[in-house]
């Protein structure tokens, strides 16, 4: 049985918004991760977040960040080629943003997002989410959650320049006001192209 557990708060420095957007939870003017009370207590991913900057309005990335630890994780029995994944460890990745972006050419509103991908040996899947209260487990991934899907993008699998340990989340400039979001693990990369929509303006 996958343990769904109770919505709890883990305040994060370095992320203001105007207001509240749908989905975020909120201490004062700072937003933060959403985290689910875990009943065996056990996270040995750690959460971590990434805020960065898109059209000059912040944008945060919400992960667990699991190590190989010497096993094989994606392609392996844990994160299998063409099967979902939550995107790393206990809760699903979650975009957060403050105003209307694209990711990967998926256009959504500003507020929260579960990031779910496919992988493959030569290509991933990238799907946003409207459900932001399952547990990450594939198994808590039923119709209720599916038909809340947004879409679906395909990216190219690429390769880091050495083996990465832990999954990490990091950017890299893009073209114009584009940020790329890079996905590292073990002998996995991953561009995720992120944009600001017309309708988001600048600061």
Request: with cysteine; glycine share 10%; proline share 6%.
């Amino acid at each position: 049985m996958i343990a769904t557990g109770s919505l709890l708060l883990l305040s994060l420095v370095g992320w203001t918004a105007e207001e509240p957007t749908p989905g975020f939870l909120a201490v004062g003017p700072d937003t933060a991760c959403i985290v689910m009370d875990m009943a065996t207590g056990d996270r040995t991913s750690p959460l971590d977040s990434l805020t960065f900057e898109v059209g000059g309005h912040p944008v945060k990335i919400c992960y667990g960040r699991p190590s190989a630890r010497g096993r094989t994780m994606i392609g392996g029995r844990d994160v299998p080629y063409g099967k979902l994944w939550r995107t790393g460890a206990n809760e699903p990745t979650m975009i957060h943003t403050t105003v209307p972006i694209t990711v990967a050419g998926i256009a959504i509103e500003k507020g929260s997002y579960s990031l779910y991908t496919r992988p493959g040996e030569k290509e991933w899947i990238l799907i946003l989410n409207r459900s932001i209260t399952q547990w990450g487990h594939i198994a808590n991934y039923d119709y209720k959650v599916k038909k809340q899907e947004l879409g679906q993008a395909t990216l190219e699998r690429e390769w880091p320049e050495q083996h990465v340990e832990t999954m990490t989340f990091r950017t890299e400039s893009g073209s114009g006001d584009q940020v790329i979001l890079v996905l590292e693990w073990e002998e996995s990369q991953l561009r995720i192209p992120i944009a600001a929509t017309e309708r988001s303006g600048r600061r």
